[in-house]
């Protein structure tokens, strides 16, 4: 990789980060983020919890809800992308569908890492207590638990982030954007 | 004015159109647009209608959508302002207290038009058809007729659209923000 060979960044390009709760993603964007932004590159983080506070605040975690939460974040992604700024969406985002509508809507500005931690990793993290919840009856519909995740068929990347650092997974992201 | 100050319109700015429906909002943002595209800036039109259609289809026009509407266009708008975009947003946007909640988040990078078409020459013009069908008794809720509109306090600038030919009320909205 030429350090030089910035030109998707540069251009701009949304880097959807999607796997498990707490399988990484937010983590990885994060480090991410901070590299970037070293490389005085324009970058802007669409974080879940984030979003719902501002944009999505009415919906829930029913499919249509996620669906529309992901078509939501991935419209204001396109828009940002387009103007050159690198988005980082780290969003849980279970169905293919959805995902695979914003990627159509990004025109070749799309780049999809699929943070693939195993189910019984993330809820051993568990960094918002939401598996022990699931466990106890006091959550339901949750992804990995009672609700479905459909990983990526292709995605630009793959993140087995359980098998590395998280230096080693910033680092991969990092390697993939510049290739 | 001098052609070289535009270091506002380069840093980022929203600018917000507010007014009555078929106020010339849209038509004189359009134009902007148009001018502010040729000068080589980076520019987004963030128009009720079509917003509606992807960021808050799930909103009506009670009170509370329509503030809900203005904030979700404004978290966009200041996301993409704070990149170096030139945003523009027209939305009827009736409420001050919503357009002034958008005005703080923006820090500074904030523009307000208020296209102040007295309501009965927007009844006239009616480009949608909505004053006929207000009238008719088909709708109801309309800002103007039977729903409140508060016109700014303090706008960065007043376009009164029906005392000038559009190219006028360009001009004027041009003008003021390289001042």
Known sequence: MARSDRGRLERGVTVWFTGLPSSGKTTISQGLRHRLSVAGLAVESLDGDVVRAHLTRDLGYSREDRDENVLRVG?????????????????????????????????????????STPPEVCAQRDVKGLYARARAGQVTGMTGVDDPYEPPLAPELEVPAHLQTLEESVESVWNALHS
Request: include cysteine; proline fraction near 2%; hydrophobic fraction near 45%.
């Open 75 to 115: 419209f204001v992604a396109e828009l940002l992308s387009r103007h050159g700024v690198v988005v980082l969406c780290s969003l849980v985002s279970p169905y293919r569908a959805a995902r695979d509508d914003v990627r159509a809507r990004h025109q070749g500005r799309f780049f999809e890492v699929y943070v």
